[in-house]
């Protein structure tokens, strides 16, 4: 990982950082494998450059990013809770751009109601892509609705703790919408889309029932299997006390973005 | 075709009774090893987590080698039923110590959340129902009960067969997806449970065929 200049952004957040070895080490990244560990253990052969990102679909302007083009957008110190759907938690000190501020170079179009995002699929870098047992189908894809994804909270990422983004953690960008359940953070992002119908959302295509479109943090929605209501600290406490603490609504960021979904039932939209 | 027990040496009938201590031990060794690599943080962020999953594996594992006793006798001639009652209460301590962790590690005593999980939650339920179920097992692992109890012994271990059942069904919910490993537990338990339905048939004809050779003789 190469370091990264950030600008100090607008969202302060005074949490304890989780440590980065924590951040890096223990991870849901299901193309390098299911367990924790797998990710930064077997990403080792992923190649995260050269890079681009296509940005195409209802856009006046559809192009295609390299990744020094990236790096050069304005970059921001961005610290954000993490809450994932497994009921577990961290603090993370990103590094990115919101979201629109790429989105603004391709001209949307009006009829554009979704953004649509994907992985790459590389099964020679990525172990979890072939063999016998694979835990989803690929791409990996994810959606937000294009309020969401123009959000000032909503970032692409490209690194973390001042440094680019390790493989493990999606490099080399990445989505990171912090009022949502993590796996919406759509990792190693290859293809952005814009549309007009709800897109294909790998989670939910998987199981519906447990993993909707919108997964935002819902503490009064529990997951089908275990209780959403409260979170555990990965890194505090260690293995005699658990640091657990409450699960918040949109995961903090209720004053942000509760607005978003005024009028709508979220536990029919979870 | 030569029984495969003939390729596994006998132990001496004086060493089966350290033998089934040695398995104790041995048997408890991973739950230490893991224990003490928690504690000293050898198991990643997330220890209360995978001490508790580790102790759940190891004890299908057991469950699987308890059930695995029989059809060794039967189909390959090994008699190690000598070892069946330490595997099942091998297995009982697993369990419990799944759930302790549970209940005092990864809950810490919020009896409010344990008590929701198990009723709403359908894999902590079953889980939480297998647990239970063996308790009458484990109470009744031993020579009095069997003596005192006959028949009756054997029809309540077949309490195991259910328990195996649950065991498997809990590890495939508890999991987000199925992937080789869960896969190859809950396929041996589903194998060891499908040998039951078949044994007496197979018995039977096994039975059949060595029979009129025999009379030939």
């Known amino acids: 990982a190469a370091p990264l200049n950030a600008v100090p952004g607008p969202y302060k957040l005074n949490e304890k950082l989780t440590p980065k070895e924590a951040v890096t080490t223990y991870n849901n990244f299901y193309e390098f494998g299911v367990n924790k560990e797998d990710p930064a253990q077997n990403s080792g052969a992923f190649k995260p450059t050269p890079w681009s990102v296509k940005v195409e679909g209802m856009v006046g302007k559809p192009k295609e990013f390299g990744l020094d083009e990236i790096l050069k957008m304005k970059l921001e110190d961005r610290t954000y809770r993490m809450r994932c759907v497994e009921g577990w938690s961290m603090v993370i000190p990103w590094i990115g751009f919101p979201l629109s501020a790429l989105l603004d170079q391709v001209d949307p179009l009006g009829s554009a109601k979704y953004v649509a995002f994907e992985t790459v699929v590389r099964p020679e870098e990525m172990p979890g892509q072939s063999g016998l047992f694979q835990a989803l189908t690929w791409p990996y894809v994810e959606g937000l609705r294009m309020d969401e994804a123009r959000h000032p909270l909503t970032i692409l990422a490209v690194g973390l703790y001042g440094e680019t983004l390790p493989n493990q953690n999606g490099a080399p ?65 260690g293995f005699f006390g658990t640091k657990r603490v409450d699960t918040l609504p949109f995961n903090g960021y209720a004053d942000q973005v509760a607005s978003l979904y005024t009028g709508m039932d979220l536990r029919a939209n979870y | ?102 209940l005092l590690l990864d809950l810490q005593l919020n009896f409010a959340a344990v008590g929701g999980d198990i009723a709403k939650r359908p894999y902590i339920t079953i889980g939480f129902a297998a647990l239970l179920f063996l308790i009458p097992l484990a109470v009744t692992s031993n020579n009095w009960s069997i003596r005192k109890m006959g028949q009756g012994w054997i029809r309540l271990h077949k309490l195991i067969y259910l328990i195996a059942l649950g065991g498997a069904i809990h590890y495939v919910l508890a999991v987000k997806s199925v992937t080789a490993g869960p896969f190859v537990h809950i396929a041996l338990i589903g194998l060891l449970l499908f040998y039951r339905a ?20």
């Open chain 2, 1 to 102: 075709m030569a029984p495969l027990s003939a390729a596994i040496p006998a132990l001496p009938r004086r060493y089966h009774a350290l033998s089934i201590w040695v398995l104790y031990i041995v048997g408890l060794c991973p739950a230490a090893w893991y224990f003490y690599q928690a504690a000293t943080g050898g198991l990643g962020f997330n220890p209360v987590k995978t001490f508790e999953h580790l102790l759940g594996i190891w004890a299908l594992r057991l469950i699987i080698a308890t059930l695995a006793i029989t059809p060794l006798r039967d189909l390959f001639g090994i008699n190690w039923m000598r070892y069946r009652r330490a595997l099942g209460l091998l297995a009982f301590y697993y369990v419990l110590m799944h759930f302790s962790v549970y």
């Open chain 1, 173 to 237: 960008i990445r989505l990171v919408v912090p009022w949502k359940y993590g796996f919406k953070g759509i990792k190693s992002i290859v293809k952005i889309k814009l549309v007009e119908e709800q897109p294909q959302t790998t989670w939910k295509n998987s199981n519906a029932r447990e993993y909707g479109f919108y997964s935002n943090v819902n503490p009064a929605v529990d997951h089908p299997r275990w209780s959403q209501a409260t979170e555990q600290r990965i890194g505090e406490g």
């Open chain 2, 198 to 217: 078949i044994r007496r048939p197979l018995l039977n004809w096994k039975r059949g065929r060595r029979q009129p050779a025999r009379a030939a003789r």
